[in-house]
């Protein structure tokens, strides 16, 4: 028996059987697909041409199905059935999804958004584990084949084919100091930074950061004091020494007092960065992916709101 070529089948012409073989009705039929009832009756007409059978006769109580009709109606209905699962967004319980995210970012993402986001996901979704792990030059191959499911970034990070990003918050780079710094009470210039020492983060370990392009516009190279691919450190290094440190406000507002620092503007232009976080776009359909990263966008910017509220 050969394979019938679905090419020369007129599939629009099974939503009309199906409400014909259901409601076996003809104008109640027309009304649920849309169609006039003269429409429909020519639909009808035609179905039973391709199909070579009656379908719908008549009977005592109106129209009853022949046996060939009884024998299709089901199947009918299972096709479109399968057919509309394609198209209708999944529905899922994210209290009841079992599943291990692993995120790429620092100590900055896992200390600053970690705790709340950690309750979110405790309370929302239970049986979701979430794996931070650190940065490496794989990163976006890793993404790519599926390894890892997000990276956090900024919109100044190259994206890679196939990835997509999206901006979690708003952020700058600022100046901080111990409080009784010796050039606490200065008006600072970019040339002040030859001054002093720096403690940098460097997430790839190469002590290159976006800073060092910024000073050197205005021929200043700085003095580097400690290099860390840890933000926490950095603040810690600071707040016993004479160091100074160009980090994210977010971060060092949040734990200005605990580390009794002085966070100021840096004296350069173009502070301002989006924080965003990186996905690959074919794993973006995924619902649940996504339900995530509305969380951590959600969580960002709650965090944001309160430090800068001083909460």
């Known amino acids: 028996m050969r394979n019938l070529n679905l090419r020369s089948v ?31 009756s020519h639909m009808l007409g035609r179905l039973r041409q391709v199909l ?26 299972a096709v479109l059935n399968a057919a509309r699962t394609i198209y209708r967004p999944p529905i899922f ?3 009841k999804v079992r599943r291990v995210f692993h995120v790429v970012g620092c100590d900055l ?3 600053l958004f970690g705790p709340p986001l950690m309750a979110r996901i405790r309370a929302e979704a ?56 010796p050039a606490a009470t200065k008006k600072w210039t970019v040339a002040e930074y030859a001054n002093w020492d720096s403690a940098i ?15 050197a516009k205005a021929g200043v190279v700085r003095r580097v004091g400690l290099t860390t691919p840890h933000f926490m450190a950095s603040l810690a290094a600071v707040s016993a020494t004479d160091m100074i440190a160009n980090t ?3 971060f060092a507002l949040r734990f200005a007092k605990a580390f009794r620092l002085l966070v100021r503007d840096a004296p350069f232009p173009e502070i301002h960065f989006s924080s965003t976080v990186i996905g690959s776009a074919l794993r973006m359909n ?20 309160k430090v800068r509220q001083g909460r």
């Open 248 to 250: 994210s406000e977010i």
């Open 126 to 181: 239970p049986g979701i584990e979430l794996s931070i792990e650190n940065y490496s030059r794989n990163v976006f191959r890793r993404l790519e084949d599926g390894s890892i499911d997000l990276v956090f970034a900024d919109m100044q990070t190259p994206l890679p084919p196939g990835a997509v990003s999206t901006v979690i918050g708003e952020d700058r780079y600022a100046l901080v100091m111990r409080e009784k710094h």
């Open 286 to 305: 995924d619902p649940v992916l996504r339900w995530l990263c509305t969380l951590i966008k959600e969580v960002s910017e709650s965090v944001r709101s």
């Open 93 to 95: 319980d994210i209290a």
């Open 201 to 215: 983060v460097s997430i790839f370990g190469d002590g290159q950061t976006d800073v060092d392009a910024k000073l």
């Open 109 to 111: 993402h896992s200390v």
């Open 10 to 40: 007129d599939l629009n012409l099974l939503p009309a059987l199906d409400a014909l073989l259901r409601l076996r009705h003809v104008t109640r039929a027309a009304e649920e697909v849309g169609l006039s009832q003269p429409a429909m």
């Open 52 to 77: 070579g059978d009656e379908l719908l006769v008549r009977a005592r109580s109106g129209l009853a199905l022949t046996a060939r009709a009884e024998e299709i109606a089901p199947r009918v209905a």
